[in-house]
C-alpha cells in the first residue's frame, strides 16, 4: 500500500533518521514513538506527502488516500460544525446530483438507443458507489462522530470560527474519521480531547476497517489501539510487534543485545589492531597482516547511543499538614449568564491521590483553581485544615512566568535559600542545561515553559499539590518519573489529567465534575468506570439471576413453606404468601426437620468464613490494579474482580436468606 524504501531524512545538520525500510500493509495499526526530538513527527508529515526525504523512495500503490492530522495549527471558519463535516462527502453529493440528472434524461431518450444503455450503466454504477458509502446515513454519522468527540447538538450549529484552537483539532478529527481513508495518520490526537472523547476514539480506533498509524504519549491509549510498535531510535526506524507493554520488554532485550554485540566486536577490533601492529614490519606475516587489515575496513562499526535524557526528580518531603486537609461547603460558582458548579460538597483527608475527572467545560480546572484559593467561589466556602501549605500548578503556567526574567534568576528568587549549585542540577534534570539556564523565559516554548514551571514548583515544600494536567508536554517516560515522584510524595494530590495509565496509576478516589455537581468516587479510574456502568446495582442483578449457581454450594433440599391456601412449597423464603401476594400478618412457621436446619446450619457458618476472605481477595486484586503492569494483566484482574464481587454479593443474599429462616425456627447458627 505504501512503502518507504532506504529513507533519510535531515534537520538542518542534524541526521533525524536513514535507512528506513517500512513496508505498511491494508490492516497498518501502527503506534509510532521515539524520544523527543528524534523525528516522529517529522517521519509522519514523509508518510503524508507533507515533507520530502532527503534521500531513499516514497512508493504508493494506486487509489491510495490518506489522511494526515498534525498536532496542531489547522483552523477552519465559513460553515457550522456540522455543514463543515458534511463536507468531507461533497464527492457523494456530487454523484447524488448526477444521478438525479440521469434519472430527469431516461424520460427524453429512446430506450432502445445505445445512449439510453449508456445512461443505465452510468446510473447503476453511481448507484453502486453511493450504497457502499451509505449515502442515506451520513447525517446519523456526522452525529455520532461529533458526540463522540463531545460536541453537544446545540454547538453542531455555531459557526466553526467560534471555537478555541483545540475544538478546532477536533473538528478536523471528525472530518478525517468520517472521510476513513486508506491510511489514516493522526499526530497525538488525544492531546486536545477529554477522557469521554479519548475514550470513544479508543472504542472506534479498535473497529476502524483500515489501516492508521499514529503518535501519542499515552501508553494505555497505544496499548488497547495498535498492534504494532515502530520506533525512531538510534537515526534507525525499528519495528515491534504488540502493544507498549510489550515494545517497552522487546526494546529492553534488544538493548542487551546489541550492547553485547558492540562487546563482541570491540573484542575483535582489539584483536586485529594488536595483531597488526605487533607484526607490521615482519615480511614472513605480511600476508596474515594485510588479511586483517582488510578485515578491519569491512567491518561495520556498531555504534550503542547514549541513554536517553529524561527527568529525574522527587518531590521535597513536606511538613505533615492535619487530617482533614480541605472541605469544601456548599460551593458554587457562576460565570454569567452560566452556572458553572452548585451545591458542591466533599472533604479531603491527608494522603489522598484525587483526580479531577469530566467533559471539557464540566468546571474542573475552575474548581482546582478554587480549591487553591487562585478564585473566588460565588457562593460556598473552601477551608484549609491544620497546617496546610497549598501549591497549584495550572495548565497555561507558563503564562504567569515573566517573559523577560533569566530562567536561573528566577528560581533562585522562588527558593533563595538553596544554593545554586543545586538549582541547577534541578533544571538539568529537566533537560535544561549548559547556557539554557540564562534563557530568557520568553524565548521557551509552550512545552518548554510548562516543564519549568514543574521544575520550579518543586522547590517549594508544600503538603498539598494540585496539578492541572501536569502531563502535558512531557513523553512517556517523563510521565513515568513524574508517575513515581508523586507516588513517593507524602503530601494530598488532587490533579486533572487525559492520560489513562496516569489516572489508574495514582488516583486512590475519582472525583467527577458533571451537570455543576461533582460526585465521589472510591478507588482508580477502573473502580469508577466500573460504579458509572452500573456496578453494585449491576451485580446485585446479576447474582439474583445467578441464584447461587457460580458458588460451591451444599447441596439443600427444597424447603417446604406454608403457601396462603395451606399447601407447602419449596420457594426458599421461609415466607408465607397469599394468593395475592401479601404475607399475611401471621402466618404460621412450618418446623424444619433436624437435617435440613444442620444442612442450613453449616452453609450459614461457610458463608460466615468464606466471605472475610473474599473480601481480603478483593482488596488485594483493587491495590493490584492500582498498580499497572499491562494493559492484558489489567483486564484479567478486572474481570476477576467483577466476578469476585458478584459471588461476594450472591453469598451475601444468601446469608441474608438463611439467617432469617434460622431465625424464624429458633435456632442458632
Known sequence: MLQLAGGAKRFGHKLLFEDANWLITPDERTGL????????????????????????????????????????????????????????????????????????????????????????????????????????????QVGAVLGGLGFAREDWTRQTEEFSGGWQMRIALAKLLLQKPSLLLLDEPTNHLDLESRNWLEDY?????????????????????????TEVWNKRVWFYTGGYEKYVTQKTARREQLASDYKSQRDRIEQLEAFINRFRYQATKAKQVQSRIKE??????????????????????????????????NLGKRYEPKQILSNVNFTIDRGDRIALVGPNGAGKS???????????????????????????????????????????????????????????NLLGAFLFNGDDVFKKLGVLSGGERNRYALARMLVSPANFILLDEPTNHLDLRAKDVLLEAIRAFTGTVLFVSHDRYFIDGLATRVFECEHGGVQVFPGNY???????????????????????????????????????????????????????????????????????????????????????????????????LGNYVSADQSQRQQSELAQLRKQHEALMHEWEDLSTQLEEQGAAV
Open 296 to 329: 578491519l575496513e569491512k567491518i561495520e562499526r556498531i555504534e550503542v547511543p547514549e541513554d536517553e535524557e529524561t527527568i529525574h526528580f522527587s518531590f521535597p518531603q513536606p511538613p505533615a499538614s492535619g487530617r482533614l486537609v480541605c472541605e469544601v461547603s
Open 33 to 140: 514513538v521515539g524520544g523527543n526530538g528524534t523525528g516522529k513527527s517529522t517521519l509522519l508529515k514523509v508518510l503524508a506527502g507533507v515533507e520530502q526525504l532527503d534521500g531513499g523512495q516514497l512508493n504508493r500503490s494506486k487509489g491510495l488516500t490518506i489522511g494526515y492530522l498534525p498536532q496542531d495549527g489547522l483552523t477552519m471558519r465559513g460553515k457550522t460544525v456540522f455543514e463543515e463535516c458534511l463536507s468531507v462527502f461533497a464527492e457523494a453529493h456530487a454523484m447524488q446530483a448526477e444521478m438525479e440528472t440521469l434519472g430527469d434524461r431516461f424520460g427524453t431518450v429512446d430506450p432502445q438507443s445505445p445512449e439510453y444503455d449508456d445512461i443505465a450503466e452510468r446510473y447503476s454504477e453511481l448507484s453502486d458507489q453511493l450504497m457502499a458509502q451509505d449515502l442515506y446515513t451520513l447525517d446519523a
Open 366 to 424: 475552575t474548581l482546582i483553581r478554587m480549591l487553591s484559593q487562585m478564585e473566588e467561589p460565588t457562593t460556598g466556602t473552601v477551608r484549609y485544615g491544620h497546617n496546610v501549605l497549598a501549591d497549584y500548578f495550572a495548565q497555561d503556567q507558563y503564562k504567569v512566568l515573566n517573559p523577560d526574567a533569566q530562567m536561573l534568576d528566577d528560581i533562585s528568587s522562588a527558593a533563595p535559600k538553596v544554593p545554586t549549585v543545586e538549582l541547577r
Open 205 to 229: 480506533l479498535r473497529t476502524y476497517p483500515r489501516a492508521f498509524i499514529l503518535i501519542s504519549h499515552d501508553r494505555y491509549f497505544l496499548d488497547v489501539t495498535v498492534t504494532k510498535i
Open 526 to 624: 477502573e473502580d469508577y468506570l466500573w460504579r458509572k456502568g452500573g456496578g453494585p446495582d449491576k451485580v446485585i442483578a446479576a447474582a439474583k439471576e445467578m441464584q447461587r449457581t457460580s458458588l460451591p454450594s451444599i447441596e439443600l433440599p427444597p424447603i417446604a413453606v406454608a403457601n396462603g391456601d395451606g399447601s407447602t412449597g419449596g420457594n426458599g423464603a421461609g415466607l408465607a404468601t397469599g394468593s395475592n401476594g401479601a404475607k399475611p400478618s401471621a402466618a404460621p412457621v412450618k418446623k424444619l426437620n433436624p437435617i435440613k436446619l444442620k444442612a442450613m446450619q453449616d452453609r450459614v457458618r461457610f458463608a460466615e468464613e468464606e466471605m472475610p476472605r473474599m473480601e481480603e481477595h478483593m482488596l488485594a486484586l483493587e491495590t493490584a
